[in-house]
């Protein structure tokens, strides 16, 4: 067995764990695996081992690697920053996006969203930790936000994504995938996905209703941002 499939074993066993004390389904919850920095054999790797949903930040880094694994049957997220003039191409090449934090963002990729595509996954990100630094919505901003992505015609909304701060504190990543349930819950719009938890916090954001975990490392071990 590779070092890629113990470790999807690995993780699968703690997401049945964290959904068995929280007494939720496992099927509810989908297992990301954020291949950023990683090359495309360990994709190929990963998907020899059962996995099929990727997410990548870096655009061309990603358009690369699909073109190598047009072969496979991937189904790929777009998780990264997204600057507003890139939009064409995640539009075009992705069946998901979990960082869209404004409307301009979403207009365009409704846009830009391929006619004979079915309509693009949207996450709209919140940052639920307030720090400046890090992308994402405000609580404040979401309502908004939110009402005005739902009518776009080419984007299917689904739910809300989030990166707190991180901590090894359980309680302060549970209270901030709690936050981002509460805010889901308060829009009263017709959602089903929360995309939170990554491999050092899964088992909180399991407990508060995760339904995409995103996992990098624990999959595919340390990044090396000196040699993507
Ligand atoms: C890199 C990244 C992840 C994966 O993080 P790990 O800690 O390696 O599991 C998840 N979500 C986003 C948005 C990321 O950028």
Known sequence: MSTIAENIAKVGARIREAAQASQRDCAAIGLLAVSKTKPAEAVRQAHAAGLSDFGENYLQEALDKQAELSDLPLCWHFIGPIQSNKTRPIAEHFAWVHSVD???????????????????????????????????????????????????????????????????????????????????????????????????????AIAEGATWVRIGTALFGARDYAQP
Do not use: W, Y
């Open 102 to 204: 404004r409307l301009k963002v979403a207009e365009r990729l409704s846009a830009q969203r391929p006619a004979q595509l079915p309509p693009l996954n949207i996450c709209l990100q919140v940052n639920v930790s307030g720090e400046a630094s890090k992308s994402g919505c405000t609580p404040q901003q979401l309502p908004a936000l939110a009402q005005a992505v739902s009518q776009l015609p080419n984007l299917k909304l689904r739910g809300l994504m989030t990166i707190p701060q991180p901590t090894e504190d359980l309680a302060t990543q549970h209270a901030a995938f709690a936050r981002l349930r509460q805010l889901q819950d308060s829009l009263n719009l017709d959602l089903d996905t929360l995309s939170m938890g990554m491999s050092h916090d899964l088992e909180a």
